[in-house]
């Protein structure tokens, strides 16, 4: 202990005593005589008003001031505090708002796994022209995210959630949008499917501002999305029988009475962005934005007559035979008119012995389909459908 505090401690010993046994002052009533009435206790004073500046005073050689400290005059009564008044030390409990903070988290948690691989899935499909998984991811980021857009609209959260909310919220929107974007049966073209792309990524920018407002990571990730498949759906490539032909390959078959054989081939395949009707008018016929022309070429030959039936002639397949496969999409062929800058087009005929029929099939097509990933395929009837894979060639 060091002179200074022993010297303080020393003066509140000092001030304690003198309070203690100072005499109490006793006021005068109106005459000037002294109270008779029983004494009045000294006021309480203050230890720390008393003992301001004392330590100075004490180490300069001045006198202490322990003279008391003038009280306010009162009511003599005592002042009973109303029961239902808050004095100011007490503290008053702050009425909250029933906010929905924790079960917008909640369902941003629970669903943006989902939105990011159902996103995803949807890119991955449009960027591969693969119209059927174009179709079927869409109609179900659409349904997924209106669902959640419900939720959370119903929602009423607090200043600090707000952000969070108005982020997830846009993105829910532009998930919607994407997926209306694609809907109907019109086929794709590069409007649609820059459309549809450009609102996938406001979509994923707006899920990412939700997710960073959230005080931890995301840890839950729904079972139905853990097994998604990006890598597309499989070519195929054949009739089920690995037994594809290729381009310029025949297939021999019978007639329906089993009087004469026939030949079957697809001779080419090439893609073209438009052609000439011959109709006098000259009119173009230009494939829609991000689409084009697969034309096909067929041969069909009656080889001739066998065994003891009398039956001489054959009838080709009908162009309705003939479908176009890419992966998990199915294209049909178009009706064209009869003279086209492309030649004669295909069609069902009748044929005399070793007599042939040359022409071309056309299907419309996106742009962006893969020709060697593709294969027609023919319903000849009873069970006969030869294959022809367009990326084979002998």
Known sequence: MDLQDAVVMMLALVVFTAILFSPSPTPLDAAGSPDPGPPQPAPVQNLSSVLAGAGERFLDGQPLNVAPVPVQEGSDDPVVPDENTTSPGENSTAIVPDYDDDELVGLVENSSVSLMLLSLQSTSALYSWDEKSVKENAASLQAFAKTVLRDAEKLEVSEFQEPVKAAFTSSLKSYVAAGETLQGNDPLNSTKVDTALGEIQWGSIHLREAFEGLDHPVLHVPQEVVEVNFSGSRSHTGSGTGEELALLQRYLYEDRNRANDISLMLAAAREIGAYYQFNGSGEVVAADPGRMFLLVEVKATNLGHKGDNRVYRIRTPDI???????????????????????????????????????????????????????????????????VWALGKTL
């Open 320 to 386: 309705s035979a003939f479908t176009l496969h890419c992966r998990d999409n199915t294209y049909s062929p178009i009706k064209l008119a009869p003279r086209t800058s492309l030649g004669e087009p295909y069609g069902a005929a009748t044929l005399d012995r070793y007599e042939k029929k040359v022409g071309y099939i056309i299907f419309d097509v996106p742009e962006a389909l893969a020709i060697d990933e593709c294969y027609v395929q023919v319903d000849l009837g009873g069970g006969e459908s030869p």
